[in-house]
């Protein structure tokens, strides 16, 4: 239960309690960063580490927000981009990962575009390591953030109807947050065209399976909208982006049969216009910057978390 | 007038106070620089800053040169370089920009291909905004670098006679020297093929246009050669390379109809044997140099006027 | 003999006296990050420091290792890539390095395809440059780490016999360990398939050419194995991969002719099943995942040592 040392690569396996205890961090960082008048920030925990971001497939913002809060807390931040073309054999992630290994550092950040790469590595690597988006298969941080952001809004996530709306199946934001935020106490939905619902949606512990968007958000208290996988389009699983914008996209039409209180997510980067419309991601619903600023603090929890205790813990692992 | 928590989008709209003050900054903080020996650079004034370079064109130096001043003044740096493809339209540079100030960096350094875009930007974001070139449009930092090397070289800019060669019109360097260096007094001429003057010369106050290299340097104090935009050529704005370097190339020939004391300077990376030749760059004439070690310093002192007052006025902004 | 404000371009010409002091400051420094538990590295020495790695041919590897090494001892490092095709011209990597001097770096490490291109730029500028590997001439780091992971497993490299296997020919990391491995008394033989031998082993100072491996490794007590250069392949040097791996790579078979004691050396990235197999490569014999940590521990012994004396000398350096 407690986070030293730990790896996360999963939201399944974590405990309410677990889940907790990064919430609980977070509130706290967040208080003590939007109070800081000073020229050093008072809690730089991670002053002497290096955390590596090992990036296989693109991403601006996660990168970046991974990197902005190891640096908030005192870290230097090693980016790396293997081209795809170097990691095409699965050896070549191992060798890669135990030759970062051998240089010391202390945290690594993956994403990878299989399902199961920051499991496997976890496996062979003593160091921790936080699963920053694996496949189809888990996103976790973005789950911790979007349920921190939740709780912002709407004081606890216990008894809430969330919807999320898109391609469930092929979505690790929609695994992690199905796993997050039953296990705090929520109900949840999903809505989209059927090619794209999961097909064991009711094993994965959603309520609710809909294909009518109207409906979907009747009774949510939070609809969390995807985004299209634009470069997946060609696959043909609905007729058309206005097609699919008519029927499951969020505008200022359809969001007036949201309940008053109700609030609209995205993990971004937006397509607007497709999925949602720039009136609505703007409008006063929505809470897509207060998830991107709650990135930032998530991971900063997060990491706060897995070095606590100070630098001796980590100075045994780092060259145990 | 004052700096504090200012963008900085072009130099048409600064006054000659503002201006001033700019160069005095750069010039105490040079001293500074040169003079110090101890480890720990005296005067971190960004410490716990966090700068973001944005940079959708690339480009090495200057971004370096954002990112060394920044780094000197105790800042930390976010360096992303969006690709063209995820950036074809308008919204996804309000949907990068709005999210990244999302994150709570204290300013953002921003280079784009479109004229207008760091304008836009600065209507939409808190935070300060430095223009790193905004296709044809501007490139303010560019001329505050060169009018304090020019300064440095004679003194004053103001009566000077200063000729820009090349290709004016589709030039955000000249564009942006030409009103500092009115502003400061001086009378700036240029010189180039007529298909690559400016179509409204007298309107942006220009004095002269010349289309011939040798009468045009005959009474010029600072000659400007610009950088001739290979990627450019097959737009045959001019016949060939060839006969561009030898109508309006400066060499060792041409240099010969310099007055005595006048300066040669080129913003970057140089073309050599083009517009100048390596001999001339490298000669006594040249203070190209001299603008490279410049431009970090004027962004430290540009960045430095930005956050004035130090961390409280920076602090409640950022999360203000 | 001194290393202060020095360059390191090549091994050749290192006497024995000089490679002794980069060991032994390695041996210092890594005693200091292993025993280390505060969490401000106790050996901030180059604080204040610019560290830029101007890595004109990718490597992920290398360029962390520097940028690691730099960052342990409190520098800021700038990464810089220039893309292959801004380069063609030999004049632009001098232009470059002359505007990144301008901008007062106080260290360039250099990784460039053109054999000599550190030795030309040391020329010419004026800060010291490390040679990260240029073309098929040196990659001194990697012989020097190498070195020092030789005697921290066998005590001292003197009398040793060392067999390196492999594209000996256009191998840098082949001709670097020759002339530190003799410089320091062992005895240095090659193996592979002839058209990849050096033409002049013997002026090189190789003691014996070896075309089998299971005779070459016999008596070694130290095998180096080199990577394939797979985008080499189709100059076939060699009939195939395959049998290259059945003549010249290192497995469960071949392995089992190795004297007991024996250590197998690979500078990375593995090819794993051609030069060497993954059981070999994570066996006993091995000692490559100790030459990666080693190689962040020699680059900062090189470091510290090029400023040794503190800062003093290198301010002045800096703006001399």
Chains 1, 2, 3 share one sequence.
């Not at 800081?36 to 002053?47: A, N, V, Y």
């Not at 981009?81 to 095409?88: L, R, Y």
Request: hydrophobic share 40%; glycine share 10%; with cysteine.
């Amino acid at each position: 239960m407690a986070w030293l040392n730990r790896s996360l690569i999963e939201t399944r396996k974590l405990g309410e309690q677990e889940i907790r205890q990064v919430l609980k961090r977070a509130g706290e960082l967040k208080k003590l960063w939007r109070g800081w008048r000073g020229t050093e920030f008072p809690h730089l925990s991670l002053r002497g580490r290096t955390v590596v971001n090992l990036f296989f497939e693109a991403s601006t913002r996660t990168r970046s927000s991974f990197e902005l809060a190891a640096r908030r807390l005192g870290a230097h931040v090693l980016n790396l981009h293997p081209e795809a073309s170097s990691v095409t054999k699965g050896e070549t992630l191992f060798d890669t990962a135990r030759n970062l290994e051998a240089m010391d550092p202390d945290l690594l950040v993956l994403r990878h575009a299989s399902a199961g790469a920051p499991y496997q590595l976890s496996k062979i690597l003593k160091i921790p390591i936080i699963n920053a988006g694996d496949g189809f298969h888990e996103h976790p941080t973005q789950a911790l953030l979007d349920l921190f952001t939740i709780e912002e809004a709407k004081g606890s996530a216990k008894g809430l109807n969330v919807l999320i709306v898109g391609d469930i199946a092929h979505s690790r934001v929609a695994r992690s947050n199905i796993y997050t935020l039953r296990t705090m106490g929520a109900r949840v939905s999903v809505c989209g065209p059927p090619s794209l619902m999961p097909p064991l949606a009711r094993e994965l512990g959603v309520a609710e399976v809909f294909h009518d968007l109207r409906k979907g958000i009747a009774d949510a208290d939070v609809v969390m909208m995807l985004r299209v996988q634009l470069e997946r389009q060609n696959q043909m699983q609905f007729p058309s982006l206005g097609e699919y914008s008519r029927f499951w996209g969020l505008n200022a039409d359809t969001v007036q049969s949201l309940k008053k209180g109700a609030i609209i997510m995205h993990p971004g980067p937006l397509n607007e216009g497709v999925e949602i419309s720039q009136e609505v991601a703007s409008g006063p619903y929505s809470v897509i910057l207060n998830q991107v600023n709650n990135g930032v603090i998530i991971r900063m929890a997060l990491m706060d978390l897995i070095f606590d205790g100070g630098s001796k813990a980590g100075g045994d692992r780092r060259r145990g």
